[in-house]
């Protein structure tokens, strides 16, 4: 496969829309379409270092609180090093990449949550310097029905746990940024996992031909 086929694509939402499953579907169809498994990555995370930043914003301190920027800025640290070690080494072998979250959950979480947006679409031109995934699939839910789906499956995490009022501003910025951008797919999440992965798939096979 030559560097030109190679595509970034990227699951993003709210905690319990189901992204976990569709990681797997799209992983799936990927490797079919291919002949070649994706290389899966996920944020924060997806190298050594990455991951301990990811340990830093998903863990609680309640005698050192992660402030906001400092938030924001560990994931942005962490996504520059997923991008340059691991991201773009592998579009350039000619390998598709599949990621958990991208840039749109800053621009959604710390920029629409947080109210960050000016620092987050700073930083943003700053780091990433244009680079953006091929397509986004973002799995739409309403966030109390996503709350009570991540709490059903167990203990939540420091962001999981924040007010649902952070989850709807992120929320109306995850809809805000996708009607503006024809590579952003909506995926309705409430329904039935067999209808979110028929639309998946459906939506998948328009795209990659």
């Not at 993003?12 to 070649?36: D, N, P, W």
């Amino acid at each position: 496969m030559t560097q030109e086929q190679a595509k970034f694509i990227v699951i993003e939402g709210l905690e319990g829309a189901g992204k976990s499953s569709a990681i797997e579907l799209v992983k799936a169809i990927i490797t079919q379409h291919t002949k070649q498994a994706p290389v899966c990555t996920r944020e924060p995370g997806g190298t050594p270092l990455a991951e301990k930043m990811r340990d830093l914003v998903k863990i609680a301190d309640e005698t050192d609180p992660l402030c906001d920027e400092a938030e924001c800025l560990l994931f942005y640290a962490a996504r520059a090093q997923l991008i340059a070690n691991v991201i773009k080494p592998t579009l350039a072998k000619g390998t598709w990449v599949l990621g958990d979250r991208h840039n749109l959950s800053s621009l959604a979480y710390q920029g629409g949550g947080r109210g960050l947006m000016p620092l987050v679409k700073s930083i943003s031109d700053i780091t990433l310097k244009g680079f953006k995934p091929d397509l986004t699939l973002y799995l739409d839910i309403d966030p109390q029905l996503g709350l009570t789906r991540a709490a059903n499956r167990g203990e939540l995490d420091r962001i999981e746990t924040q007010k649902i009022e952070f989850f709807e501003r992120a929320r109306a910025t995850f809809l805000s940024f996708a009607a503006e951008d024809e590579s952003i797919i909506v995926i309705d999440a409430s329904q039935t996992i067999e209808r979110v992965h028929a639309q998946i798939a459906h939506e998948l096979s328009a795209r990659l031909g």
